[in-house]
């Protein structure tokens, strides 16, 4: 059973080692350790199976409204709904937070994750250009109102 937990600093190493497997431009250990100890809008969990995490997401409520900034499944346990857990988490929370809506970017070209997020309910609002920094590839905006 996959268990939806808060992200604590317990929790970094792994999480981080999840990030490096999955982002071409990766967060470091610091940047998620000040997340969850400088960032008063940010909201961090992680999927846990048995003792070991599987993923993990991370949204900031600026507002009324939540941007998730990121999420991760560790490469064996993609495809079997850890990353709509996560998502499906962080709807509960927006709407227990009372936010209006959620917002996030994603790559042009990751079809997966464009996929999940649809599967989810958010759809496409607009491109940001040449939004990643490693190789200048769009950014898609997708919205799920609440």
Known sequence: MIQI??????HIKDVHKIEEDSFSIPWSEKAF?????????????VAKKDNEIIGYGGMWHVI??????????????RGKGVGSKIIGAFI??????EMIGITLEVRVSNDIAKNLYKKNGFIME?????YYEDNKEDAIIMWKNL
Not at 66 to 75: L, Q
């Open 5 to 10: 937990l808060k992200m604590t600093k317990e």
């Open 33 to 45: 350790y000040d997340e969850l100890t400088k960032n008063k809008m940010a909201i961090y969990i």
């Open 64 to 77: 009324n409204e939540g941007h998730i900034t990121n999420v991760a499944v560790k490469k064996e346990y």
């Open 92 to 97: 509960d929370i927006a709407k227990e937070k």
């Open 126 to 130: 607009g491109i940001r250009k040449e």
